[in-house]
């Protein structure tokens, strides 16, 4: 699928099915984020592949509101240095592992944010840094309705020229 077309179908997936992800795949994905674009390249992320039943189950219970990252054959927790930009780097490098997986028919979201306590110390992360997200990955449990969102339409969110004029 193209770019456009992952972008205007992927939904967050919560339920995934016991398939495994290959070597690969999960190979690309951390490309995407790897490749991703970074205000003065400071590429302030790290990515920890999560593959162990038993640290997939932790990480579900120490991210509280993911608790379905448990069934994820895999999972990434990206990890982020403490500087201005850090936040909106590792979301836009999530961003582009999210689109990628999506094309290949993975599913994902986005769990926790900044502050998962037990965390850094479980998956030994240096205390300098914080853990962004855990991204569960697999393939989706049910077929999901690609393309159907319920998103503002485009008049309400977009402007030309000046805020308020209307979208030509």
Same mark, same amino acid.
């Given at each position: *699928?193209?770019?456009?077309?992952?972008? #205007?179908?992927?939904?967050?997936?919560?339920?995934?099915?016991?398939?495994? $992800?290959?070597?690969?795949? $999960?190979?690309?994905?951390?490309?995407?984020?790897?490749?991703?674009? #970074?205000? #003065?390249?400071?590429?302030?992320?790290?990515?920890?592949?999560?593959?162990?039943?038993?640290?997939?189950?932790?990480?579900?219970?120490?991210?509280?509101?993911?608790?379905?990252?448990?069934?994820?054959?895999?999972?990434?927790?990206?990890?982020?240095?403490?500087?201005?930009?850090?936040?909106?780097?590792?979301?836009?490098?999530?961003?582009? *592992?999210?689109?990628?997986?999506?094309?290949?028919?993975?599913?994902?979201?986005?769990?926790?944010?900044?502050? *998962?306590?037990? $965390?850094?110390?479980?998956?030994?992360?240096?205390?300098?840094?914080?853990? +962004?997200?855990?991204?569960?990955?697999?393939?989706?449990?049910?077929?999901?309705?690609?393309?159907?969102?319920?998103?503002?339409? +485009?008049?309400?969110?977009? #402007?030309?020229?000046?805020?308020?004029?209307?979208?030509?």
């Amino acid at each position: *699928m193209d770019a456009f077309e992952a972008v #205007s179908t992927l939904l967050a997936v919560r339920a995934f099915q016991p398939k495994p $992800i290959s070597a690969e795949q $999960i190979q690309r994905i951390l490309e995407a984020g790897r490749l991703t674009g #970074s205000g #003065s390249n400071g590429q302030p992320w790290h990515f920890i592949v999560v593959d162990d039943p038993a640290d997939l189950k932790k990480l579900a219970e120490l991210g509280k509101t993911g608790p379905y990252v448990a069934q994820a054959p895999v999972a990434v927790v990206v990890v982020i240095e403490r500087t201005p930009i850090a936040v909106s780097d590792g979301s836009r490098a999530i961003q582009s *592992m999210l689109i990628t997986a999506w094309a290949e028919g993975i599913g994902s979201n986005w769990v926790g944010y900044i502050g *998962m306590k037990g $965390i850094n110390e479980f998956l030994n992360i240096p205390d300098n840094l914080d853990v +962004l997200a855990i991204l569960p990955f697999g393939y989706p449990v049910k077929q999901l309705g690609q393309g159907k969102k319920k998103r503002k339409a +485009l008049s309400e969110v977009a #402007s030309h020229g000046k805020y308020g004029s209307p979208l030509r």
